[in-house]
């Protein structure tokens, strides 16, 4: 393998050292994609010494991730580019990589001299597009690459060797062990992958899913219906592959907004295929069959949004993530609903895009998605074509509307409120707030002096 990379030949003129390039660069070279970090082991000196070298020939930033395990990361002066140095585990490049998860990650080359250590067929399994552990005993000493196997077959739609998978049903019971930081992290890598579909409906088949997500062994329970050809998981599956497949068909304006990181490190489109994910977890405790056959789910999404807001802290995530999933979750209905009003006007639409503001795109997806993976017998192809064509109209009215879109004023304060009123600080104040702010959602309030007339109206006693 020629050695070209600039900084790679940077450090191979200024040292003598034995340097190897390991992991995922080695793997991203093979597979033809490109990588702006570079992990290296350091054979014959101490990581921490020659990352401070490193520091000084690049004026890099110096950063310690891993003092215990002297793992350290230079960040180039471009905030893209970024090295990261250990030494090898074991002493030994051949013992190094077969501490590593997966062969296509456990591939090395000698940077001075382009030598390829392959001792895994880490190669061959890139070639054949097939995941395989290095060493099933890895799982034990890091129960986190259980979920790596998946994270990976999502990111790339590669198959699962069938004795990879014999070994994480083996080690399952291990994943609730690392931490939960870890774990969501992998989560969210693997929803960021095309193929997160995939990965869900085959971590179904060795529990991995379950012990993950508890939730799982409730959804398994809800069969197909007239609504819906699917049982309930494999619905809530289907609508994260239609997520990925509406994102794929989108123009470049909604694919801008989807690949937007506003919270937690990952796009939009990850956590939206993840609320597709969770966007039914309301159904089954809300499940009624009604004497005809008819199954109901009556306020699933209002139940669902406490359910996940409950899932998501409970797992660590951050506050700005939980409250944009559980959003999700609660609203899922709610685009598909605005476009089945009688009238469908701009003054309709424009409730909806005062309400989800920045979120609308991402909520209309989902319910379009939603649609596009409930079959059942009762509903036509001309359902689906007329719910989704309204959908589209929304979403178009939302991005042409989004430019002059400015923040509803605020008319009254609460203060105002009570004094008005002559009233004091009760829930009684809370509700007229909402219903304030409702009716300026519906453009029926828009200056101080209609929201003045309308508690006034509303709420004075008579």
Request: with cysteine; proline share 3%; hydrophobic share 40%.
């Amino acid at each position: 393998m020629n050695i070209t990379d600039d900084i790679l030949v940077k450090i191979k003129e200024n040292f003598d050292n034995e340097i190897y390039l390991v992991g995922g660069t080695v793997r991203d070279y093979f597979m033809g994609l490109e990588s702006h970090d570079r992990d290296i082991l350091v054979m014959d000196e101490d990581a921490k010494e020659f990352s401070l070298k490193l520091q000084k020939l690049f004026d890099a930033t110096f950063i310690a991730l891993d003092e215990e395990n002297k793992i350290y990361r230079l960040v180039m002066q471009d905030k893209v580019n970024y090295i990261d140095v250990t030494n090898p585990v074991g002493g030994t490049i051949e013992k190094d990589l077969m501490r590593r998860d997966l062969t296509i990650n456990a591939i090395a080359v000698n940077i001075r001299t382009g030598e390829i250590v392959d001792i895994t067929g880490g190669v061959a399994d890139i070639t054949n597009k097939c995941i395989h552990c290095a060493n099933e005993h890895n799982f034990i000493d890091d129960p986190l690459r259980l979920l790596r196997v998946y994270r990976f077959q999502a990111l790339y739609g590669f198959d699962i060797a069938p004795e990879t998978v014999s070994a994480v049903c083996k080690y399952s019971d291990l994943i609730k062990k690392p931490a939960v930081e870890r774990v969501n992290y992998e989560i969210l890598r693997l929803f960021s992958g095309k193929y997160a579909h995939a990965a869900l409906e085959n971590m179904n088949k060795t529990w991995i899913l379950e012990k993950l997500f508890p939730f799982v062994k409730e959804l398994k329970q809800v069969p197909p219906n007239s609504h819906h050809h699917l049982d309930l998981l494999h619905h809530s599956i289907e609508t994260v592959k239609q997520i990925q497949n509406i994102y794929d068909d989108s123009s470049d304006e909604v694919k801008e907004h989807l690949d937007k990181i506003d919270f937690g490190g990952f796009s939009r489109l990850a956590h939206l295929k993840f609320a597709g994910f969770l966007h039914d977890i309301g159904k089954f405790s809300t499940w009624t069959i009604e004497e005809g056959g008819r199954h109901r789910f009556i306020k699933h999404d209002d139940v669902g949004a406490k359910l996940a807001l409950k899932l998501l802290k409970n797992m660590h995530f951050s506050n700005k993530q939980a409250e944009y999933l559980s959003a999700m979750v609660k609203n899922h209905i709610y685009p598909s609903q605005v476009m089945c009003s009688p009238q469908i006007t701009d003054k309709v639409m424009m409730r909806f895009v005062r309400k989800m503001d920045t979120n609308s795109v991402d909520n209309i997806i989902l319910a379009m998605a939603d649609r596009l993976s409930a079959r059942g017998p009762e509903i036509t192809e001309q359902i689906v074509e007329r719910n989704i064509n309204s959908l589209n109209m929304l979403l178009k009215f939302y991005l042409e509307a989004r430019e002059n879109l400015k923040p509803l004023p605020i008319l009254l304060t609460g203060n105002d409120v009570m004094e008005i009123l002559n009233i004091k600080p009760s829930p009684k104040l809370g509700e007229i707030m909402n219903a304030l702010h409702e009716a300026q959602l519906s453009g029926d309030v828009m200056t101080r002096e209609q929201a003045v007339e309308f508690i006034s109206s509303s709420y004075c006693p008579q």
